[in-house]
């Protein structure tokens, strides 16, 4: 199994305040991504980064933003947390951006009230 | 930006059938990857399967990307089968576009 860890693995929090997920890796790999899943809309990317602090956004980023001060570390930061914000987020890494197997971690389950 | 519908949405099968899912794309790709996410969320790659076919056990995957398609094969189905199978291709802003997936439920 590829070595990603998510935490905190489950999270509720209220409308209106900060929030940071944290996905660390020991595989080296140059690209990680902020994944979140719901219902209906299954798998979509928020942001991603192909190296320390080259970072750029993915499709569904408003309202986050992202941070990889190192290589094993890719932050998710939710500024100030919306209900429409409730999720599974997933992180994932890949050893280049177009011809390699992506890998996830195990998801956090994030609860805005 | 590309699409990727996956069929059947839902399917049951008995404990030792066979199944075909289908992943069809709206344009050429050269990255398409097969998911499977058990019943506790976990998301695991089965395979990275750009062109051609590959085999992994009771698991088999054919792509052609010329006729824009990738069929996943189950054979002898198990109960630890049951899930969402995702694939995923490449588009061209470098980001992978998830389908939204064949729901397998796997009676005993």
């Known amino acids: 199994d590829a070595g990603i860890t998510q935490s905190p693995r489950h999270k509720v929090t209220e409308t209106g305040t900060p929030v940071t997920l944290r996905c660390h890796q020991t595989?080296?790999?140059?690209?990680m991504y902020w994944y979140r899943q719901d219902p209906g809309h299954g798998l979509r990317l928020i942001h991603y980064?192909?190296?320390?602090?080259?970072?750029d956004k993915g499709e569904v980023s408003d309202g986050y933003s992202v941070s990889r001060s190192k290589t094993e570390d890719f932050l998710l930061t939710l500024e100030s947390a919306t209900s429409s914000q409730t999720s599974v987020y997933f992180c994932?890494?890949?050893?280049?951006?177009?011809?390699?197997?992506?890998?996830f971690g195990s998801g956090t389950q994030l609860s805005v009230l | 930006g590309i699409q990727v519908e996956q069929s059947p949405p839902d399917l049951i099968l008995q404990e030792g059938a066979n199944s075909t899912l289908r992943c069809n794309f709206s344009?050429?790709?050269?990255?398409l990857q097969w998911f499977h996410q058990n019943p506790w969320g976990q998301l695991i790659n089965l395979f990275y399967?750009?062109?051609g076919t590959k085999q992994n056990g009771r698991l088999s995957a054919t792509t052609v990307a010329t006729e824009r398609y990738s069929l996943l094969y189950i054979s002898s189905s198990q109960t630890t089968d049951s899930g969402v199978y995702f694939c995923?291709?490449?588009?061209?802003?470098?980001?992978?576009?998830f389908g939204g997936g064949t729901r397998l439920m796997v009676k005993p």
């Open positions: 595989e080296n790999h140059r690209y």
């Open positions: 344009d050429s790709v050269n990255n």
């Open positions: 399967i750009p062109s």
């Open positions: 980064s192909y190296g320390v602090k080259d970072t």
């Open positions: 994932a890494i890949s050893e280049s951006s177009d011809s390699a197997k992506l890998f």
């Open positions: 995923a291709v490449l588009n061209a802003g470098n980001m992978l576009t």
